[in-house]
């Protein structure tokens, strides 16, 4: 299955069209390979469709440059396809042909028109470059070999107010993004507008589904208060009857305490709806309240009286 850089890479690859943008693009994957020596360059890539592309667009601006291509299929790991070239004069017409001096990789923009300069970093980000599945993490990056190279790409993506952030890992200089939407304007101007469709699609998504579990989990915490209350009600009713009878109580209170025990899992307003006449919801909260106090007057006066008859066993006991 192609995974979402892989897709975001293939489009990246339809992208470049004119002769200029052809030129830009396999300018950005010659400078910034792996292995660029005076006598053979190597290039690996794990995007099939920029494998199929390649070889084709090498020859069509040095046709002298014919690269060994072997695929290596990897257990649980996307396949790899290698691009040698270790014929030095062939290597040595097509680093002439992009005005390439190995070892120095500085960026000679003068070979590229500025409509051209997104199919040049599409060409980099096609050879070095990854993007996380936007279902995962919002991540996009660009593994580079050279330092100074990082630093003039990062600040070609400032040109579109991308702001790349530069750090060091190991011997690669690597060039990222984590928002989401400065993922989506890299890889619209780099020539992957679907793939940044895909990214907003799945960022809303993940927005709405978001949303509704934090509704749910809000309903359920106070589906779960309403029915903690509920269960308290009860209590200090049924311990009201038992200590002094519902009778005794004030008609409203009376006619409440008995609709609280016939429909305990009724909330607020739906009891209020239940009285006659009927009353508001918080005319039923207030009604509860004075239930629960006369509980705790009723729970006092025996905690009380218990008190008092351990004080008097105590001096029975002296």
């Keep these: 299955m192609v995974s979402f850089s892989g897709k975001a890479k293939a489009e990246i690859c339809a992208a470049p069209h004119t002769q200029k943008e052809r030129f830009a693009f396999l300018y950005g994957v010659l400078l910034s390979a792996r292995q660029l020596r005076p006598?053979?360059?190597?290039?690996?890539?794990?995007?099939?469709?920029?494998a199929a592309l390649l070889p084709g667009l090498v020859r069509s601006f040095c046709p002298t440059a014919c690269f060994d291509t072997e695929y290596r299929a990897r257990n649980r790991r996307l396949p790899l396809w290698i691009f040698s070239l270790k014929d030095p004069e062939a290597v040595?017409?097509?680093?002439?042909?992009?005005?390439?001096?190995?070892?120095?990789?500085?960026?000679?923009?003068?070979?590229?028109?500025?409509?051209?300069?997104?199919?040049?970093?599409?060409?980099i980000f096609a050879i070095n470059g990854s993007v996380t599945d936007p279902q995962r993490?919002?991540?996009?990056?660009?593994?580079?070999?050279?330092?100074?190279?990082?630093?003039?790409?990062?600040?070609?993506?400032?040109?579109?107010?991308?702001?790349?952030?530069?750090i060091a890992r190991k011997q690669e200089a690597v060039l990222y993004l984590k928002h989401n939407e400065a993922i989506g304007d890299a890889l619209t101007w780099m020539g992957a507008p679907n793939a940044t469709l895909d990214l907003i699609g799945t960022q809303v998504l993940k927005s709405v589904r978001g949303q509704t579990n934090r509704r749910t989990n809000c309903d359920l915490a106070n589906i779960d208060k309403t029915v903690r209350a509920g269960e308290q009600q009860i209590s200090d009713i049924l311990l009201i009857a038992e200590r002094q009878g519902l009778d005794t109580l004030p008609q409203p209170l009376c006619e409440m305490a008995k609709l609280r025990l016939e429909n305990p899992d009724a909330c607020?307003?739906?009891?209020?709806?239940?009285?006659?006449?009927?009353?508001?919801?918080?005319?039923?909260?207030?009604?509860?309240?004075?239930?629960?106090q006369l509980a705790a007057q009723i729970r006092e006066s025996e905690s009380k009286a218990l008190g008092e008859n351990d004080d008097e066993k105590q001096t029975d006991s002296i």
């Design 39 to 50: 006598e053979s360059i190597v290039l690996q890539t794990e995007c099939e469709t920029f």
């Design 268 to 292: 607020l307003r739906e009891l209020g709806a239940m009285t006659d006449p009927p009353i508001s919801r918080s005319g039923v909260n207030h009604r509860l309240q004075r239930l629960t």
């Design 92 to 123: 040595s017409a097509l680093l002439k042909r992009f005005s390439i001096t190995p070892p120095d990789r500085t960026l000679q923009m003068q070979q590229i028109s500025s409509d051209s300069l997104p199919a040049l970093l599409g060409g």
């Design 137 to 166: 993490d919002y991540h996009l990056e660009i593994a580079l070999p050279d330092a100074d190279l990082a630093c003039a790409i990062q600040a070609l993506f400032a040109q579109a107010a991308i702001p790349m952030k530069l």
